[in-house]
């Protein structure tokens, strides 16, 4: 089993910044794929991001590239999801999943993730 928690969500004015964090107490984060999502009131949770378990690789929304990075701390046990330039319409809860993987993978659909955190909230202000 693994627990994941998310941290670092808050209310930003158009243009700011935020990073979230993804923890985990698994011992063995580094086989992991982790994704973040997010999903605004009445809509479906969207993909935003994803890693492979070693970091080497990358994986974008087309509506965050450029401006959001994801990245991983395996000896932190974290992933991360700095946030910048955010639009109002990057309001929703976000989410970290995470599935256990070869290291070439990462994935994109909610589907394809075993483990879930509770999300949270951002909320960017025009």
């Known amino acids: 089993q693994v627990r994941l928690v998310e941290s670092g969500g808050g209310l930003v004015q158009a243009g700011g910044s935020l990073r979230l964090s993804c923890a985990t107490s698994?011992?063995?984060?580094?086989?992991?794929?982790v994704g973040w999502f997010r999903q605004a009131p009445g809509k479906e949770r969207d993909f935003v991001a994803a890693?492979?378990?070693?970091?080497?690789?990358?994986y974008y929304a087309d509506s965050v590239k450029g401006r959001f990075t994801i990245s991983r701390d395996n000896a932190k046990n974290t992933v991360y999801l700095q946030m910048n330039s955010l639009k109002p319409e990057d309001t929703a809860v976000y989410y970290c999943?995470?599935?256990?993987?070869?290291?070439?993978?990462?994935?994109?659909?909610?589907?394809?993730?075993?483990?879930w955190g509770q999300g949270t909230q951002v909320t960017v202000s025009s």
């Open positions: 999943a995470a599935r256990n993987s070869d290291n070439y993978y990462y994935y994109s659909h909610t589907y394809d993730y075993a483990y």
């Open positions: 698994g011992r063995t984060f580094n086989t992991y794929a």
């Open positions: 890693i492979t378990p070693s970091g080497s690789t990358t």
